[in-house]
């Protein structure tokens, strides 16, 4: 191989790469994030939780659950309005009404109540 061919082949190789990152951020402009804490009424946390988001203008719905700390986290979503709804047994179901906007990420409390009331 000649040293012009191995210029050209490296040139190529840094362009795509680079070509790489600049989609990956666009993506983030073009899509809203929501995430948020389930804890309990004594500020545990509720891990294990269901989690569901529910785009009120399609019915397109993604489904994620509580990490140990009680996170929860939906990264890529579409812009529009979301019914975000929390599950777990032995709790009150929880819904709210999120706006996602194009580059946004939305993070919230929730407290999840027991089925008891208390």
Same mark, same amino acid.
């Given at each position: 191989?000649?040293?012009?061919?191995? #210029?050209?082949?490296? $040139? !190529? /190789? *840094? *362009?795509? /790469?680079?070509?790489?990152?600049?989609?990956?951020?666009?993506?983030?402009?073009?899509? /809203?994030? $929501?995430?948020?804490? $389930?804890?309990?009424?004594?500020?545990?946390?509720?891990?294990? /939780?269901?989690?569901?988001? #529910? #785009?009120? %203008?399609?019915?397109? =719905?993604? %489904? @994620?659950?509580?990490?140990?700390? +009680?996170?929860? #986290?939906?990264?890529?979503?579409?812009?529009?309005?979301?019914?975000? @709804?929390?599950? &777990?047994?032995?709790? =009150?179901?929880? @819904? &709210? =009404?999120?706006?996602? =906007? $194009?580059?946004?990420?939305?993070?919230? +409390?929730?407290?999840? !109540?027991?089925?008891?009331? +208390?």
């Amino acid at each position: 191989m000649s040293l012009r061919y191995i #210029r050209l082949l490296i $040139v !190529s /190789a *840094c *362009c795509a /790469a680079a070509s790489v990152h600049v989609v990956h951020a666009q993506e983030t402009i073009n899509y /809203a994030s $929501v995430s948020g804490r $389930v804890i309990d009424t004594q500020s545990g946390t509720v891990a294990g /939780a269901s989690v569901r988001a #529910r #785009r009120i %203008e399609t019915n397109v =719905t993604a %489904e @994620t659950v509580t990490d140990s700390a +009680g996170r929860f #986290r939906f990264p890529y979503l579409s812009v529009g309005t979301y019914e975000v @709804t929390v599950h &777990r047994e032995g709790f =009150t179901d929880t @819904t &709210r =009404t999120v706006t996602a =906007t $194009v580059g946004s990420a939305s993070t919230s +409390g929730w407290v999840a !109540s027991t089925a008891s009331g +208390g």
